[in-house]
Every structure is written in structure tokens, then in C-alpha cells.
């Protein structure tokens, strides 16, 4: 029965991108100290990795599915996409990347009037289409079946005939040191091109980005001008921000002032 729950509780993990100890609890009628123990066998095996409340799905060289990552902290997201759409006034020009809390910031954008979006993103382009409003221009190159991404040279040419005023991206894992990184080496050539051809780049990504880890470098938290995020939960990167003068917005942190 134990190996069987365990089974269970990682196909759980695959469909969500992460569990909770009080939902596995419920849905196998055990206490929440068995599930805890579950979790921390399961992590010992580095099948999950621990989170404060639950596990996420351990994987060092492949990232959640893409209907997972858009339920993984949806509303943190959503409101990381309202914050950095804050920052963008209309009539600008935007270098949009693939992934879910990119693609919440293109939601929010919505509203806006005059912007030129140029994305390698399908699903962003999609939302957008039918804006009048917006120009959407989307890059040529290899499309990436699992989320809608445009990889490979073709893209990363396409990217290099532009100068935009931003470039917001996101990032797969940020380790405690600030560095940025991803799983596809394609995507992040991509992404690279991106940032070196915008004047101002915002980093948006929610803080379980904190708790993973990937093996491509795609930069430094000091080669963006703005990061956002709920909180920032490791010790010391908000120091490392400092030290970059790279401004950091934290919505969670903004949710819990408004309250007090």
C-alpha cells in the first residue's frame, strides 16, 4: 500500500507540478504526518523536492509540464502579471519569452494601446491577436511541441533585428547566487538575444522558481533592471539585488502592507 501511495502521489505530482500535505492527506484518508513521511521518502530518492506545505516535482534536467507550470501559483502569477504591466506604458515596444508567468504578463497587458509585441511565444501571441491595439509580431524558427515555445537559431536571428524599450522574461530556476537558468539550451539562446536587444529587462517570476533547479545558465539577476516576484524566500537575494541595483518588487510583500 505504501508503494502504491507513493506511485500515486507522483502521478499527482506530474499532472500538478506540486502537492500539499493537507490535500494528500484528504484524498488518501491518512493523517498528515503519513503524508509527510511520504514526502520525505520520496524526497530522499530525489523523486520530489520539499516545499514549505508539500513537494514539487524533482527534476533537474526537465520542466513541468506546461498545463502544470499555469496552476502552479496561478494568482501569484496573475498578480506578478499586473505588476509588470504596470510598468510598461502604452505606445512601447516589448520582447515577450515563453512561459506561463510571461504569458500572465501579457494578459494583464491587455488594456494597453500602441504596443509592438514581438514574442516567441504562440500562446501569447494567440491572447493577443484579436487586440486591434497591439501589434504582434512573432518569431520564426522551431516550435517546441510541449509549450508553444520558437527555439533555435531561426528565432534567435529574428530577435537580433530589434531594439525594444523592454523585455520581460522568465526563468525555469534562480539559485541563491542569482543565477538564472533554464532547461532548453535552444531557448536560452533565445532568451539571451532577447535581453541584450531591450533597454530594460524585467525578470518576472514567481517565488517557487526559488525551490527548483535547472542545468542552463541563461544569466545573472545583475543583467536585469527590474525583478518581480511574490516574496523572495532565500536569505541574502534581496541583498544580491541591492548590490545589482536591479529594483525588486515583491507583490506578496505589497498584499500583506495593504492588509495592515
Not at 534536467?61 to 510598468?87: H, P, T
Request: aromatic share 4%.
Amino acid at each position: 500500500m505504501l508503494i502504491e501511495r507513493h506511485n500515486a502521489i507522483l502521478e499527482l505530482a506530474r499532472q500538478l507540478g506540486r502537492v500539499s500535505v493537507d490535500d494528500l492527506a484528504k484524498r488518501f484518508d491518512v493523517s498528515p504526518q503519513t503524508i509527510r513521511k511520504d514526502l520525505n521518502e520520496l524526497c530522499e530518492r530525489r523523486l520530489l523536492a520539499r516545499t514549505h506545505g508539500g513537494a514539487l516535482l524533482s527534476s533537474g534536467i526537465e520542466n513541468v509540464g506546461y498545463e502544470a507550470r499555469r496552476i502552479i501559483s496561478s494568482r501569484e502569477k496573475a498578480d506578478i502579471g499586473e505588476q509588470v504591466a504596470a510598468l510598461i506604458p502604452d505606445n512601447a515596444s516589448i520582447f515577450i519569452n515563453i512561459g506561463t508567468t510571461t504569458e500572465a504578463v501579457a494578459q494583464a497587458l491587455l488594456q494597453h494601446r500602441g504596443l509592438m509585441v514581438i514574442t516567441n511565444n504562440i500562446n501569447v501571441a494567440s491572447l493577443m491577436r484579436g487586440y486591434s491595439q497591439i501589434e504582434v509580431v512573432i518569431a520564426g524558427g522551431v516550435l517546441r511541441h510541449s509549450d508553444g515555445g520558437i527555439v533555435g537559431e531561426a528565432a534567435v536571428d529574428f530577435m537580433r533585428q530589434f531594439k525594444v524599450d523592454f523585455a520581460v522574461i522568465g526563468a525555469s530556476a534562480i539559485d541563491p547566487d542569482g543565477s538564472l537558468l533554464d532547461y532548453d539550451y535552444r531557448e536560452v539562446k533565445v532568451t539571451k538575444t532577447i535581453m541584450d536587444n531591450a533597454r530594460h529587462v524585467i525578470l518576472a517570476a514567481d517565488s517557487t522558481k526559488f525551490e527548483r533547479t535547472a542545468p542552463v545558465r541563461v544569466g545573472h539577476l545583475s543583467q536585469v533592471s527590474t525583478f518581480v516576484t511574490d516574496h523572495c524566500p532565500t536569505p541574502g537575494f534581496a541583498q544580491i539585488a541591492r548590490d545589482a541595483e536591479v529594483k525588486l518588487i515583491e507583490t506578496g510583500l505589497q498584499e500583506r502592507e495593504d492588509i495592515g
